[in-house]
């Protein structure tokens, strides 16, 4: 369970990076952080890291108050989450199987456990064939997916995720969050960063969209679970959407306009998402 | 923790020099080379400190008795002179020997020997040598106080001379160890800096997955070690061989050796044990020291 309670960032620079940013995701969810390049997303993921502290306001995840927690007790919390980001983080020294045996290793796991468990999840990820290449050889989409091997080798509670598919082609994005989500089906709480809108717009779920660090759209939407759309297409349909609905321009802090998750799915309403979506993210859907 | 866990980190630590063996090697010479600065200096000190000790050996206490002086108490006082403080050996002078070392030491007007006849009228003397060429006057004045002591004298000036000699010896030697040592930790922590910097990704991924402080460093102070034992056991076999040669160049100078107490230098057999205790201890301790402390700065995350 990740639970902000009116946190606010100020950095050394006196940028303020979050604004009284209240949010609870509970467990089991599978939540989208989305937002501008600078709004605030690495900036709350960090928080929830314990790599820097709020400034203001409580931070608690998986029972933890970050607020409080000792500087010694900071490993074993870690040891409650996983992690991936946009540039992997592997350690280029050592193999697949030694990246992800690694955290079993910090945890002191019976070497019986490490060797039956590595391997298992290695295969979830669909990576056999690799266990003993080093980063260096994998591409990007391989990369990924053995950092979220890693993630998921300690079974913890939660998984952040912050622009995971950031460096790996497009069409792998969909993988990698297929992924993710294949992971949450199994009970582990997600919390992904990203500001792909037709990654959003396909999965759908909860979307929460930080804008100048302040959390300015929570809801949950319905995926259209199609495949992605190619640009012409989907510039199409964007354009449609202007024109069915009365409303071309919705200002960023309206209530939410979007449909009722439980709402039939319809052209007009994916429309509607993507409207939503792109008029709260100020970019232009699909453009990114 | 498990041995299971420890023998993982020390594995670690040693596949860490090979997985970064150029950092590893840049560490290795760093070491080798601070520890033959260092260990040359001393070894000069010591040497030097031996050749003024063995100088000041031959600085004696020349005791000379009253001539009325029976030989049983003659005998008495050797034993009683071997008795006192910082006396080393007491080597009987007796009268025949005294006379020739008396004509020895005159160099001039040796004619007047040939108006001496017989050497009865000499006194017994002894040869005294003290342990501590330091504490020779303080000594010298302790045998004139015996009764049937009529003279003892030594050169103080000599004695005061090497103690001198000595004294700015040590300061020079311990100036340039000290200097020597400053730079070499600064070159090796320099090193050891920009070897775990190379890595401080690595730290950071480690510190993510929960890894405590503790098990992130037991690997690199493993590496530093076993580097610092390498370079240390580098620097005793150069030491040894350059050394001996230096060791067999100045002693088959029997001149030299003479003249400046050359063969008070120390053969290499003799302090072996020292210098190589000296180098594995000191390569080891620096080398896992330097490289752990490199890593503190990268732990903060
Ligand atoms: N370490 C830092 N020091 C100072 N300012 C920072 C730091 N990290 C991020 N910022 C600033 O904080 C704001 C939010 O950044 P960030 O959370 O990284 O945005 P996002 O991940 O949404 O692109 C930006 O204005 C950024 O320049
Ligand atoms: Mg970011």
Request: charged share 20%.
């Amino acid at each position: 369970m990740v639970e902000l309670q009116n946190v606010s960032v100020t950095y050394s620079s006196g940028v303020d990076a979050l604004n009284n940013v209240s949010l609870k995701i509970n467990d089991g969810d599978f939540a989208f952080v989305v937002g501008s390049s600078g709004a605030g997303k690495s900036t709350m993921i960090k928080l929830l890291l314990k790599e820097i502290d709020a400034t203001s306001g409580v931070v608690t995840v998986n029972g933890y108050n970050l607020n409080k927690l000792k500087k010694r007790k900071i490993p074993e919390f870690r040891r409650t989450l996983g992690f991936v980001f946009q540039d992997f983080r592997l350690i280029p020294s050592m193999t697949v199987y030694e990246n992800i045996a690694f955290v079993l290793r910090v945890i002191d796991a019976p070497l019986k456990y490490i060797r039956k468990r590595v391997p298992y999840v290695i295969s979830l990820v669909g990576l056999h064939a690799k266990t003993n290449s080093y980063p260096d050889e994998l591409s990007g989409g391989e990369k990924q997916r053995v950092a979220i091997a890693r993630a998921l080798v300690n079974d913890p509670q939660l998984i952040i995720a912050d622009e995971p598919t950031g460096n790996i082609d497009p069409e792998l994005s969909y993988e990698i969050v297929e992924l993710l989500k294949g992971i949450n089906d199994q009970g582990t709480t997600i919390l992904m960063v990203t500001h792909e809108h037709d990654l959003v717009r396909h999965f759908g779920g909860r979307i929460i969209n930080i804008t100048d660090g302040e959390i300015v759209f929570d809801e949950v939407i319905t995926g259209t679970n199609d495949e992605p759309l190619p640009e012409e297409e989907l510039a199409a349909a964007m354009a449609e959407a202007e024109q069915r609905s009365d409303t071309a321009q919705i200002p960023a802090d309206a209530p939410p306009a979007a449909a009722p998750a439980d709402a039939p799915v319809t052209s007009t309403e994916d429309a509607l998402i993507d409207e939503v979506i792109a008029a709260l993210t100020g970019e232009n859907g699909g453009a990114e | 923790m498990k041995l299971s866990g420890i023998k993982y980190l020390t594995n670690q630590g040693i596949e860490n020099i090979w997985k970064n063996k150029m950092m590893a090697f840049a560490t290795f010479c760093v070491l080798l080379i601070s520890l033959l600065l260092v260990g040359s200096a001393a070894l000069f000190y010591v040497n030097m400190n031996s050749m003024i000790l063995g100088l000041g050996n031959q600085n004696e206490i020349a005791v000379y008795l009253d001539p009325s002086t029976d030989q049983d108490r003659v005998a008495s006082l050797q034993n009683e002179l071997a008795a006192i403080d910082n006396v080393d050996a007491v080597d009987f002078i007796s009268k025949e020997e005294a006379y020739v070392r008396m004509q020895n030491q005159i160099s001039r007007g040796r004619a007047i020997f040939d108006y001496i006849d017989g050497y009865d009228f000499m006194p017994d003397g002894f040869s005294v040598t003290v342990k501590d060429n330091d504490r020779i006057e303080e000594t010298t004045a302790k045998i004139a106080q015996i009764t049937e002591v009529q003279s003892a004298s030594s050169s103080p000036q000599v004695a005061e001379f090497l103690r001198e000699l000595r004294r700015v010896v040590t300061l020079i030697a311990g100036a340039l160890i000290i200097a020597l040592a400053v730079v070499s930790m600064i070159m090796i922590s320099n090193t050891t800096k920009a070897s775990v910097f190379a890595r401080r990704e690595e730290i950071q991924i480690m510190k993510y997955v929960g890894a405590t402080n503790g098990f992130i460093r037991t690997p690199f102070f493993v590496e530093g070690m076993v580097t610092g034992f390498f370079a240390g056991a580098g620097a005793f076999f150069i030491t040894w061989a350059v050394y001996r040669a230096v060791y067999r160049i100045l002693t088959e100078q029997a001149m030299l050796m003479n003249a400046f107490g050359i063969g008070s230098i120390i053969p290499f057999s003799g302090i072996r044990l020292y210098v190589a205790l000296f180098y594995l201890l000191a390569g080891g301790i620096i080398g896992a020291l330097g490289s752990v402390v490199s890593t503190r700065k990268h732990l903060d995350v």
